[in-house]
């Protein structure tokens, strides 16, 4: 018997690649048809956007500017997900809203019989999402409303439930999956033998919580053993100024390269490559009430392990220990002499590195993109 495609939307904000583009491509491999809604998540990006591909070939595109006020912002994509739906897609089978502003307008469409499932899929959770009440208690509303009203939840990891229970007083849902970041074989080059270049690699956004700064501070350690040390920033956000004083001020600027986006994912992922050793050291304090990280789980640090670049973190994202049992990353205190220690230790010992290469690589098997979507059994 003949199967048809089902209609896919998937709807989220946007700052680089991550895993609802990585849904996308999942779901154009097995030739469904799948509309994709992105809204710009920070004033680094500025326009909404719908894109549409049915078994690979691209149907429409229609890129808008909005507005960057967070509550005007928010009702102005909602307002734009409505008028694209009713306007290009009608219905749809499943329909994936990424945070709950998104998942939202899926579960008033399916009240209107537009829509026959919905997936709420948390990438990330907070308790404070935003400073003020008047906009933190509606997303938290929400947030609870989407978890109770889905048809399925997934959670990038075990924690973010964890955060529901105890903030909002939220039970597991019988329909809840973790379903986890990973990354795309087909990206990971294949370089030759990787030669030692004394390079450190910080992919992200530029927030102080992030801890590029305590890299930046462990350099002058590091510089006295390693004159060729060299750490590459890929990224950009509020932070950067900061950052770049800081490098100014310690006289860092020939070891340090702000290198800002690299949207195009081949480069992207040949620079991890070319890497010796990739740093995640997020801030530790309030890490359970206001950091993201904290019951995330950082693209960042899958795209090193993936390319064998072992990782030196802080206890932070909920798989840290894992990667340190596994012997593929170093767990660090939030301390710039802790963190030169590691990074010495990973780069002045070519065959303690090599191994680390290993082990990264087989431990981030099990997060290879198709074998994470086929598990949730979406087609």
């Known amino acids: 018997m003949a199967t048809f495609p089902k209609r896919f939307v998937i709807v989220t904000h946007e700052l680089v690649y991550g895993a609802p583009h990585a849904l996308f491509e999942y779901l154009r491999k097995k030739k469904q048809s799948v509309y994709f809604i992105a809204h710009p998540l920070t004033r680094d990006t500025d326009k909404s956007y719908i894109t549409y591909d049915q078994f690979r070939n691209k149907a429409l595109e229609i890129r808008i500017r909005t507005i960057h ?17 009713l306007r ?19 579960l008033l469409l399916k009240k209107c019989r537009r829509v026959t499932k919905v997936i709420y899929y948390a990438i990330d959770f907070t308790p404070i999402r ?54 795309w074989s087909k990206d990971i080059p294949s370089p030759p033998a990787r030669k030692s270049q004394d390079m450190i690699i910080f992919i992200g956004h530029l927030l102080k919580k992030q801890g590029a700064q305590i890299v930046v501070e462990a350099l002058l350690f590091l510089k006295k053993k390693i004159p060729s040390i060299r750490f590459l920033i890929v990224g950009d956000g509020p932070y950067r100024g900061e950052l770049n004083k800081q490098i100014e001020k310690l006289k860092l600027t020939e070891h340090v390269t702000l290198y800002g986006w690299e949207t195009n994912r081949t480069r992207l992922m040949k620079c991890i490559a070319t890497s010796d050793v990739g740093v995640a050291c997020y801030q530790e304090s309030e890490k359970d009430t206001a950091n993201f990280t904290y019951y995330a789980d950082p693209t960042k640090i899958k795209d090193y392990l993936a390319c064998g670049v072992p990782v030196v973190l802080t206890n932070v994202p909920y798989n840290a220990c894992d990667i340190s049992r596994k012997k593929c990353g170093i767990v660090v205190r939030y301390d710039a002499k802790e963190v030169a220690d590691a990074l010495y230790f990973l780069l002045s010992d070519r065959r303690k590195n090599k191994q680390f290469q290993k082990n990264a690589q087989a431990y981030v098997k099990q997060f290879e993109w198709n074998l994470i979507f086929d598990s949730t059994k979406i087609v």
């Open 69 to 85: 006020l967070p509550a005007i912002q928010f009702c102005m994509d909602a307002l734009l997900t409505s008028v694209w739906f």
């Open 88 to 106: 290009y897609i009608k219905r749809a089978d499943v329909y994936i809203g990424v945070n709950p502003l998104n998942c939202a307008i899926g």
């Open 130 to 183: 935003y400073t003020q009440a008047l906009l933190n208690s509606p997303y938290r509303f929400l947030e609870k409303w989407c978890v109770a009203r889905s048809d399925e939840v997934w959670d990038v990891s075990p924690r973010i439930q964890e955060g529901r229970q105890r903030f909002y007083n939220v039970q597991q849902p019988l329909h809840l999956r973790i379903v986890p970041i990973g990354y």
